[in-house]
């Protein structure tokens, strides 16, 4: 996920003097976190409800508690998240935000609290073991339009790429048998399975691991060991693990 303009946005760096975040937060007694609100199952609004909810959601509460602060929410498109960061209106984004270089020279980030990469659907009675793309070359797989994956399944010459405007409809394809795999990212695939009742499986893992973490501005090293240390009791004591099972049905906390 890439935020436009952000870094324009970013102010000077904090300075020596400047009060380290944490003492902020704990003054406040609030914890301000950004996220979508849009994009299930990592935060969104619960119809039922009206309220927010998710795995996003129930991370940024455990990690307030773990705090000892109360964990206010403001909701953000993504195009401009990383930018209302950049100009303090918020504290952190709890986002599904991917840690990459260019994103780690304007912001400093916790460790993951979660892991993705791209993966496989097939039928439960599949007996092909695709273990690559490769092994797709003269067969049909479904992909997301205009993502990511169906650029990277277009890349191998021969398979025979299907694009698809929503994941439902590619699942119940490759069911009937009208596909031979289907390609989407880990995260979304596990959620996908949970729900699901059709006869599909989880399949080989086809590319590289993204590690997604909590961005916050930079000069803010107390901050920075507090977070990290509460990440750390929660995935030692199996609280993340928990959230995980309890969104996806698979430990998606843990490094594959």
Do not use: C
């Not at 950004?34 to 455990?62: C, H, I, M, W």
């Not at 698809?164 to 009937?176: E, G, I, K, V």
């Amino acid at each position: 996920m890439l935020a436009a303009a952000a870094w324009a946005l970013a102010g000077p760096p904090a300075t020596a003097t400047a009060a380290d975040l944490l003492a902020t937060v704990k003054a406040r007694g609030t914890l301000k976190v950004a996220l979508e609100g849009t994009y299930p199952p990592f935060n969104y609004k619960d119809q039922k409800s009206g309220q927010l909810a998710g795995y996003d959601v129930d991370v940024a509460r455990l990690l307030g508690a773990r705090l000892g602060v109360k964990v206010e929410f403001v909701t953000s498109e993504w195009a401009g998240i990383l930018a209302g960061l950049a100009a303090h209106k918020y504290d952190v984004i709890v986002s599904q935000v991917g840690i990459n270089p260019k994103r780690e020279q304007a912001f400093d980030f916790s460790t993951p609290y979660i892991y993705s990469m791209p993966q496989l659907i097939v039928r439960k009675d599949d007996a092909a073991g695709y273990k690559s793309l490769a092994d797709l070359k003269g067969k049909k797989l479904g992909v997301g339009q205009g993502s990511v994956y169906e650029q990277q399944a277009k890349a191998v010459p021969g398979i025979d790429v299907r694009s698809y405007a929503a994941a439902p409809d590619t699942m119940s394809d490759l069911a009937s048998g009208r596909l031979d795999a289907a390609l989407n990212d880990s995260l979304m695939s596990a959620y996908l399975l949970k729900i699901s009742r059709l006869p599909i499986k989880a399949g080989a893992r086809v590319g590289a691991v993204e590690r997604m973490g909590i961005p916050f501005q930079k000069g803010n090293p107390e901050f920075k060991a507090a977070l990290n240390q509460a990440l750390a009791g929660a995935a030692a004591d199996g609280s993340l693990t928990a959230i995980s099972l309890k969104w996806f049905g698979a430990d998606v906390s843990k490094a594959p």
